[in-house]
């Protein structure tokens, strides 16, 4: 069974950083696409970040360009997402996300997600 478990979220004033991890069981995060979505207070699910599983490439969504990065630790199967310079519209509730699924359009399996509020 796979479980993937998120922590680091909290409460950060606007311009500090948090680093959010992504505990994976179950799983080999060095053999499966693993990426970030958020979701802000009243509105849909959206995308941050996704890390490939072949050669590591990155992607960001504008909003977090140059200053949200995601990696992985394969030693410790681990998701990471590093978020500098934080924004009060940062705040969300974060979610990882691992294996993407072609016939689906969208990952197998997701976190339960963890909560981040970046004060003004």
């Known amino acids: 069974q796979v479980q993937l478990v998120e922590s680091g979220g909290g409460l950060v004033q606007a311009g500090g950083s948090l680093r959010l991890s992504c505990a994976a069981y179950?799983?080999?995060?060095?053999?499966?696409?693993m990426a970030w979505f958020r979701q802000p207070p009243g509105k849909e699910r959206e995308f941050v970040a996704v890390i490939k599983w072949s050669r590591g490439n990155t992607y960001y969504a504008d909003s977090v360009k140059e200053r949200f990065t995601i990696s992985r630790d394969n030693a410790k199967n681990t998701l990471y997402l590093q978020m500098n310079s934080l924004k009060p519209e940062d705040t969300a509730v974060y979610y990882c996300?691992?294996?993407?699924?072609?016939?689906?359009?969208?990952?197998?399996?997701w976190g339960q997600g963890i909560q981040v509020t970046v004060s003004s």
């Open positions: 996300a691992a294996d993407w699924n072609i016939a689906t359009s969208t990952y197998n399996y």
């Open positions: 179950g799983l080999t995060i060095s053999d499966s696409e």
